[in-house]
């Protein structure tokens, strides 16, 4: 409600064109919401004429924090001058990020404004693959030498660090930039000022490839903590540095991503609100078909046992709940391990270990449901419903049912993922549609296997 | 692989009793290694053993990565002095942390052992609820005075600032402890020496009340890019800090949670490898109670058809087919509302504007669903399979009734998690289990109307 209100402030007072008035009132708030401001904005001219008024650096801050959408209808609308100011104040990697989201041309034009060195700086991150360490780090962090004091060391930071993303970790570099050390502002504060960096520096440094995936770079800032993490090529040298923000912007993007794909829809990078109809539709229809065409054999089975079920109508009635428990059971243990896989909680050397676990609470959980389920058909559908046909005889082969679907479920749950990650597939794919569907037909066939021996159909 | 070598390195080394080596060999790993190195141990006096061998600091930092079963067992073997020793070096919201998860007498003997001061601060934050900014906060801050020099303002950063947690942000404060504004040691940096830090701190602060949500303190992070977050008091007294590490761990463990209410498991908070076979049992066995009590008024449903059902035995081989579409395009719906809502990205004023746009997603769904569906059965399952039963009729009903079921699906699946919020429940429940439960019901219910009408059965 609140962001509301100073939108319609804002939008009052851009039409009555009281700019003075306005720069005060956005000269205390965040970059973040200010772009959340302008994205909230209808009228791009309003948008533009806003962007303009701000301070220079507030702008390529508040830059940053739009949507791709929206900084691609700024970046059309921007003259050739106004492109070099924006680029001139972004970091390396919010440049990259921007450009990684743009067509080509808009590419080609944000290129031709920008400063020759950062433009060789933006191609040369822009090489490595999109999940890489390489495409999230920055170049602009503190570089030291190896011989300089503490006290020559505060006045290179004072020099550069201004410009720097982060100042309180700095990298200790040899001959040829190959990375020898960490020293941290808080190591320099503390230190004597005439002490060296060789005999205060941490050479104990925790490091990643340039060609890293980015869920490792991910799970090594939760591990470690890290404020920030150096990344270096084949031969050691230092050529960029991970930040804490980025990791956890990456953290919650690798999780959103994670979580659609459970859910049988393919990962977007644009907040539900800000996603178009169709492309909402694209993301979701393919899995909807294909588990539409996968749940077709289940249908086949039924149609196998048809002339067995038409003989005992019953069974029909316990079909969506054998159905349901079963894929319940399935997701409950293939989303554990989805989980545990992507938090790198779980490990292929585990396999054993899991499926054993896995099978003593499928037994358990069985035995209850079954217990229940028993119960509940004599005592509900028999005895208060005074329904007939649910004869103890069929309870049993219900809950028999149970017991071994829950314990198929199970198994099947644990082990798809693992596999999945094992042949280099994505495990997160292995959650509940495509386990239900699978459990699905598998209970039933056990359903009418059963129900065949015990009923005599 | 390679974790596996050093623990078994590690174990020769103690059994051999080569203490020397193998202290050489640990000072170069990380706590949090050494932490997954000690979990990994199976004999706790060997665990002892190699803690009591680790230099004092380093022991504390590998104390606080252990999981809380391997703590309890530690704290339980130690000797009063230990105990001491370890609480002198932890920070005070790890020490709280590892508290809150002790039973009461294993806390009494850690809090005799303890400091009075951080005695009193740890009972202070254990009174804050366990989901509360309160609770994740830290009191070793960096207090600086608002008439203090640039200079004065490093003195004591160098004289305080080894027992801080960070020293990066500073809090400037006022009469009575108040916030006035933040400086951080870049700003320090690059001022003048006589700088007063009334003109340089930043006095639009950022902060969170006490009991503040961890879920908002979160969001808070990820928005702003924050190292660390201010916890005030009512009277906007400054109390504690959050840094960014802690940040990050609610973060993973907030989606850890979200994930597995979704998939119908009571959330726990320890990795699965961890986690007992009982205690795995009890976190999943309600809702599959639950949801298999449920799923029996889906049963009686077909109960209620089944003479019509046994006049058109065929129809039922399309009842999994139906169910699952359905809790598919249920699932991703309410699976992409939940997760918008947790990230803030969803709010309830958007609500008209989510259901408008599932119904026209459910639209395109339900169309193609349907028509590829039609095709099919009347290309594979009537002309391929020869089964006369299929008639185009039936294929009608069942294509009607699959557009209707996404329809509903899809607008049960959006409104759930947003009504769910609004009235102060967890939106994360109402996930594809439960979704799925409501929507089978629905669409048995839509099918046999709709066959009942068309079939005139």
Not at 32 to 38: T, V
Request: hydrophobic content about 50%; overall charge negative; charged content about 25%.
């Amino acid at each position: 409600m609140e962001e509301m209100n100073i939108l319609e402030q804002v939008e009052t007072l851009l039409s009555e064109r009281r700019f003075s008035m306005l720069r005060s009132l956005v000269l205390d708030m965040e970059p973040a919401d200010i772009g959340a401001l302008m994205e909230d904005m209808d009228k791009e001219e309003q948008r533009l004429l806003f962007f303009r008024l701000l301070p220079k650096e507030l702008a390529a801050e508040a830059f940053v924090e739009v949507d791709g959408d929206v900084q691609e209808d700024l970046i059309r609308a921007f003259s050739g001058s106004e492109i070099s100011a924006v680029m001139d104040e972004l970091y390396v990697d919010d440049a990259v990020d921007m450009i990684e989201e743009m067509p080509a041309n808009v590419v080609r034009r944000i290129l031709k404004y920008t400063d020759p060195a950062m433009r060789q700086t933006i191609n040369d991150i822009l090489k490595y693959p999109s999940d890489s360490a390489g495409s999230l780090m920055t170049t602009e962090y503190v570089d030291l030498k190896e011989h300089m004091t503490v006290a020559q060391a505060f006045d290179h930071i004072r020099k550069i660090g201004v410009d720097k993303e982060t100042i309180y970790t700095c990298y200790v570099m040899g001959k040829d930039r190959k990375l020898l050390g960490i020293v941290t502002v808080k190591d320099l504060l503390l230190s004597d000022k005439e002490a060296v960096l060789t005999d205060i520096m941490d050479t104990n440094v925790l490091f990643v490839d340039t060609l890293e995936d980015k869920e490792v770079v991910v799970q090594q800032f939760a591990k470690y903590d890290l404020l920030a993490l150096p990344v270096v090529d084949k031969e050691h040298r230092l050529v960029g540095i991970i930040t804490f923000d980025d990791a956890m912007d990456v953290m919650q993007e690798e999780n959103t991503e994670d979580i659609e794909k459970m859910a049988a829809i393919l990962p977007t990078d644009k907040p539900y609100m800000r996603t178009g109809v169709l492309e909402t539709w694209r993301k979701r229809i393919p899995w909807l078909l294909f588990l539409m065409v996968s749940a077709t054999f289940t249908g086949m089975i039924i149609s196998g046992f048809e002339q067995k079920l038409a003989a005992s109508v019953v069974l029909t009635a316990f079909i969506p709940m054998l159905m349901d428990t079963g894929g319940n059971s399935g997701s409950q243990a293939s989303v554990t391990i989805i989980r545990g896989l992507s938090l790198g909680e779980i490990e292929w050397s585990d396999t054993f270990a899991v499926i054993w676990k896995e099978i003593r609470v499928a037994v358990l959980c069985g035995a209850v449901l079954a217990a229940v389920n028993f119960g509940k058909m004599m005592l509900v559908d028999n005895l208060l419903l005074h329904n007939a046909a649910v004869t103890p005889m069929v309870a049993a082969v219900v809950c028999v049912t149970l017991v071994v679907t829950v314990f198929f479920a199970k198994i099947v749950g644990c082990t798809l993922p693992i596999l999945a990650k094992q042949v280099g597939l994505d495990p997160a794919v292995m959650a509940s549609p495509f386990i239900t569907t699978i459990v699905d037909a598998l209970s039933l066939l056990v359903y009418f296997n059963i129900a065949g021996i015990l009923l005599h159909l």
